[in-house]
């Protein structure tokens, strides 16, 4: 594998942390009351490391197969980029959803 294909593998592995991030300041900033805000900060990136663990990680038992992963793997994202997008950030979920796209191009040219 050579280093460009690294580099590649690990911005998919920045954008997937990316998410719980952007899932945790979406749930803050969405909460109207402090439970609320709590809930929905802490709740929606550990909901999203269960999906993620369970159905769409390359070692999981139970990960799905194409193209049932694929369209889960692009809601996943497209959600991200939404909730970013209404908490705001329109450049960067812009920014975030282009870079993902390019990411995952690369990711099915080189058959990671």
Do not use: D
């Not at 580099?7 to 900033?29: D, M, P, Q, S, T």
């Not at 369209?71 to 497209?78: H, M, N, P, R, S």
């Amino acid at each position: 594998m050579n280093l460009i294909q690294s580099v590649n593998l690990a911005v998919r592995f920045l954008l997937e942390l990316c998410i719980l991030v952007i899932f945790g300041y979406w749930g803050f900033k969405t909460g109207q009351t402090g439970l609320t805000k709590v809930l929905l900060g802490i709740g929606s990136p550990i909901l999203f490391a269960i999906v993620w663990g369970t159905l769409l990680a390359p070692k999981s038992a139970m990960r799905l197969h194409e193209p049932w992963l694929f369209l889960l793997e692009i809601a996943v994202f497209g959600l991200a980029t939404w909730a970013l997008a209404r908490s705001g950030h329109v450049n960067l979920a812009v920014a975030f959803a282009v870079i993902y796209l390019l990411n995952k191009i690369l990711m099915m040219i080189w058959r990671q």
